[in-house]
């Protein structure tokens, strides 16, 4: 599968090279959109990553001769971002069909994740957990702290996704969990959601940037609640922007 990068910086290449090769994508590097553009048909790429921090005035032409050619199924299309770039540059990106805006530091996990998130959502990598990820926004209350099996030291971090079966975790202090490899169990370990506290036990999947975990030890009524808090994200999202409106 190829991804065609369009961006000034070599570090973008190698970030997206490190996380999309073991999953099957062939990273194709352009330094030039106008190269990019010329050359869009002979690359023919399933994915398109955008800088528009570098060609500010270039993304539109080309999200414009992109969707000529392949839909927004066929070809996903993702901007990176910096702070400047408005509500409504965004309105228009969607409009011409670009399927994902993310900032452009992609060496900070929560923003790679983002990402991935995205690839996930069109099809272009397969999800690996058989219960869907929820990404925590600002109006969910989703907190993960693990405690080390030998030193009882706790763990505190930024809870990336979490499912009913497991969650993705960046350590506040990553020297504290280097020593987790594969398989390694974690009995004692806290999920906040909302005004809940709930207690389990979580098995290292992967650690590599950030912990992937599967829970598993969670009793029936701790897990209801997890199901029912995740499954009402709409209604929380509602009731923030109904709060937001109030107070302008």
């Not at 912990?211 to 029936?220: G, H, T, V």
């Amino acid at each position: 599968m190829k991804l065609l990068l369009i961006t000034e910086k070599d570090d973008l290449r190698s970030t997206l090279l490190f996380h999309l090769k073991p999953v099957g994508f062939e990273v194709v590097h352009y330094m030039s959109p106008l190269k990019a553009m010329d050359n869009i048909d002979e690359v023919d790429p399933e994915v398109v990553v955008f800088s528009a921090v570098d060609f500010p005035r270039h993304w539109k032409p080309f999200v414009k001769l992109l969707r000529e050619r392949k839909t927004r199924e066929e070809s996903v299309c993702i901007l990176l971002t910096g702070d400047s770039f408005s509500f409504e540059e965004a309105a228009k990106a969607l409009h011409l069909g670009v399927n994902g805006i993310v900032a452009e530091n992609l060496a900070d996990p929560p923003i790679l994740h983002n990402l991935e998130e995205i690839l996930v959502r069109y099809g272009m990598v397969k999800e690996g957990r058989e219960t869907r990820r929820y990404v925590p926004r600002e109006y969910d209350e989703l907190e993960f702290i693990l405690t080390l099996p030998e030193t009882l030291q706790l763990v505190t971090g930024s809870l990336l996704d979490v499912s009913q079966t497991g969650a993705c975790f960046y350590p506040d202090l990553p020297g504290l969990t280097t020593g987790l490899v594969k398989g390694v169990e974690l009995p004692s370990c806290s999920l906040k959601v909302g005004d809940r506290i709930l207690s389990l036990g979580s098995r290292v999947l992967r650690n590599k940037d950030s912990l992937a975990l599967q829970f598993f030890r969670m009793d029936q009524e701790d897990a209801l609640v997890l199901r029912d808090y995740l499954n009402n994200r709409s209604r929380r999202a509602l009731e923030r922007l109904k709060r937001s409106r109030e107070l302008v």
